[in-house]
């Protein structure tokens, strides 16, 4: 890594640990800790349970798309085999920067069952888009549940100013991708207005995506299960961040705590938009900042309730993925997978090069 890669690193790195900082110094750890003791053993042990099940069933969804990818490249790998290699890539993901993560997926496919590099980045590229449809699909939709029930809300108006820009932010997120998806030009264009060092990065990405595009656009089904399967792992999440607010926050006296399922949801989605933004090492405290600012909006939600709920969402994550995130590292080569970026980076490169040829 160059010397300039490096003190950009740094500086990523510092400003999401202050961010953090800031976050955990306005929660006040004791206080939280105190709200989560007041649940008692069995409250804690069902709270525990819950998240651990809809977690596993988030990263169970998530391989199987996945799995779905690449048999439109013509890859057809039982669920098990893949099913590691996603645990350990998002692990990864969570600690570096430009989702390093992905290159243990490649690495472990080329070499466990000789799959082509290209064919593995493909699904990535692909995956990451439908990650971002499906997600301005959620969005959408429970913004649009939320409309009608913010009306019987009091001083809602800032609430609804935030729905609009959200919703309208979303719908013309999938026009801009719908637009894409039938004049991939438009993308080429837009990709020459960036300075060179950039605009060959994106178009090596951009061509995979294309050329991903192309074979499902021949299997529909595929694309229609991709896409559903998406929304699906960003609906999880939003009831994994919705069974913590029920359960360590309850709802004020006089509002219907299921208003807001659907409006956590849209915060938990906001949030990870966060984690698909590859700049940023595990949006360390920018996910956090993100859900507790849409929370806040809530009446039931107020101040620093709002930021616990997602600090308690991030941390029961962290600890469930860094266990199996563990685990299927050192099963899948222990510390060779830490070794792969520096191989990835050259061949990623190389994959660049033979995308231009072909065009």
Not at 230 to 245: F, K, T
């Amino acid at each position: 890594m160059r010397v300039s890669n490096k003190l950009t690193s740094l500086i990523i790195y510092s400003l999401t640990l202050v961010v953090l900082l800031i976050i955990l110094l306005y929660v006040q750890p004791i206080m939280l800790i105190e709200s989560i003791l007041q649940l008692g053993f069995w409250g804690m042990f069902v709270l525990s349970i819950s998240l651990i099940s809809l977690y596993f069933v988030d990263m169970i969804v998530r391989t199987y798309r996945w799995k779905l990818l690449l048999l439109a490249q013509g890859v057809d790998l039982n669920f098990t085999k893949l099913f590691l290699p996603t645990i350990s890539a998002l692990m990864i993901n969570l600690f570096t920067i430009a989702r390093a993560g992905e290159a243990v997926r490649m690495y472990s496919l080329k070499r466990n069952y000789n799959t082509k590099y290209s064919d593995t980045f493909s699904s990535i590229v692909i995956e990451q888009v439908l990650s971002i449809i499906g997600l301005l699909i959620v969005v959408t939709g429970t913004l649009f549940l939320l409309g009608n029930s913010l009306t019987s809300l009091n001083d809602s108006k800032i609430i609804q100013q935030l729905i609009i820009f959200l919703f309208v932010f979303s719908f013309a997120g999938l026009i801009i991708l719908a637009a894409l998806l039938i004049f991939p030009d438009i993308g080429n264009t837009l990709i020459d207005f960036f300075p060179s060092f950039i605009s060959e990065r994106l178009q090596s990405v951009y061509n995979s995506f294309q050329n991903g595009l192309h074979d499902l656009r021949l299997k529909p089904n595929l694309l229609i299960s991709g896409i559903i399967t998406s929304a699906s792992i960003w609906i999880i999440e939003g009831i994994m961040l919705y069974v913590i607010a029920f359960t360590v926050f309850p709802a004020h006296e006089g509002y219907l705590n299921v208003i807001d399922l659907p409006w956590v949801i849209a915060a938990s989605c906001a949030g990870n938009i966060t984690f698909i933004i590859p700049i940023l090492p595990g949006a360390m405290g920018e996910y956090e900042a993100v859900v507790a600012i849409i929370l806040y909006g809530t009446p039931n939600y107020p101040g620093s309730g709002a930021v616990s709920i997602a600090l308690i969402d991030r941390f029961a994550k962290t600890i469930m993925l860094g266990l199996l995130g563990s685990y299927a590292s050192l099963k899948l080569g222990g510390m060779e997978i830490f070794r792969i970026k520096k191989k990835f980076s050259s061949d990623e490169s190389e994959i660049g090069n033979n995308r231009k040829k072909m065009n």
